[in-house]
């Protein structure tokens, strides 16, 4: 029971007693002051959470001292001397108490002390760069060398800049819901299925000559050993006067002798694109599992005239270049990596060998 109950029960007793002899009788407080001198004693403090304990029970504004100060107040004149020495006495001791609990708890930081210091500390893993990253950064560092500028793009798309600008038909089959992920095919809007529409947003955007580069996410509706349904690409656009097939040709075996050494096998092949013309691709030769196999990297060409007049450029002044690459297969080559989706387990087995 707490004091202040202790004291009601007491004085509406005193008050019956008060009917039959007239003394009302303190003396309890008395035994009350003893009883709490020993809760202060066997008191420990040890933590933040011990002091507030404390507080909340004895010395705070709610604790058991206030409370029987409150009492003492009604307490007749002739009776309070013994009962004063005694409280004050008390006083003393809860605020010794108190301090002495202070000082304990800062100076062992408990709040720290509440864990086992003794344990063995825990080991921390250092970070390791996803191979991804190593070679997309230093894919940029190459065409920064040259005089490519990094530009970024939106991976939300409409269909215009993914597809309509870029010369696409209507029934292009890249426009079905086979092979993009539509956001929302009422108002066209997809998760862009290559960098190229930088390319748009570029030209739509800056007066030539232009020269930059683009990597990114892109999507596709696609998964197997060589196929991710996400995947990187960087796009590449040069647009100036008498920009030719052979500066686009150029600049990518400086690419590819820089990337992969001066003794890399490469094929450079005719493709087709709707977007640009003459179009080609370029193969890399690699060896996996004893087998020697080609891996297309990129794919480039010659910006369809029809593609500049869509993003307000002259034909007829400027032409200009566009070749798109894929990062996991840059990097699948450089660390002769068979299965791309090694790339996403996030296996620290395997992201720690790089
Ligand atoms: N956007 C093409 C693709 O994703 C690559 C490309 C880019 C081709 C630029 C030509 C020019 O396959």
Redesign the pocket.
């Known amino acids: 029971m707490k004091v202040k109950d202790k004291y009601i029960l007491v004085i509406s007793t005193s008050f019956q007693l008060i009917f039959f002899t007239f003394i009302p009788n303190f003396n309890f407080m008395l035994n009350e002051i003893a009883e709490i001198t020993e809760k202060v004693k066997s008191f420990q403090i040890k933590t933040h959470a011990d002091l507030t304990l404390y507080k909340q029970e004895i010395s705070g504004k709610n604790g058991s001292l206030n409370d029987l100060f409150e009492m003492f107040k009604t307490i007749p004149g002739d009776q309070k001397k013994d009962v004063g020495k005694a409280l004050n006495e008390l006083k003393i001791l809860v605020a010794e108490k108190f301090d002495e609990g202070v000082t304990f708890v800062e100076s062992n930081n408990v709040t720290k002390s509440d864990k086992d210091e003794t344990l063995p500390g825990k080991f921390l893993n250092f970070g390791k760069r996803h191979p991804l990253n190593l070679v997309n950064e230093e894919v940029i560092n190459i065409f920064e060398k040259v005089g490519f500028i990094t530009k970024e793009g939106p991976e939300v798309e409409d269909d215009w800049h993914n597809f309509s600008a870029l010369n696409f038909t209507h029934d292009h089959p890249a426009r079905d819901m086979q092979d993009t992920f539509f956001v929302n095919k009422e108002n066209n809007i997809l998760l862009r299925?290559?960098?190229?529409s930088v390319?748009v947003r570029t030209m739509l955007n800056e007066k030539p000559p232009m020269r930059i580069i683009s990597p990114g996410r892109?999507y596709r509706c696609d998964s197997d050993a060589t196929h991710s349904p996400v995947f990187h690409?960087c796009?590449g656009l040069y647009i100036d006067k008498n920009v030719s097939f052979s500066d686009l040709k150029d600049t990518l075996f400086y690419f590819v002798r820089s990337y992969f050494g001066n003794d890399t096998k490469v094929r450079f092949r005719p493709s087709y694109?709707p977007?640009?013309e003459p179009?080609a691709e370029m193969d890399i030769g690699w060896t996996v599992d004893g087998k020697f196999k080609w891996m297309e990297i990129?794919?480039?060409?010659m910006i369809d005239p029809n593609v500049l007049k869509n993003c307000g450029i002259d034909p007829e002044e400027y032409s200009g270049y566009?070749?798109?690459m894929g990062i996991e297969r840059l990097t699948m080559l450089r660390y002769k990596i068979s299965d791309i989706r090694l790339f996403y387990e996030n296996d620290l087995r395997f992201i720690n060998q790089f």
Do not use: I, K, Y
């Open positions: 299925t290559h960098t190229s390319q892109v690409q796009e694109f977007f640009t179009s990129l794919g480039c060409g566009a070749f798109g």
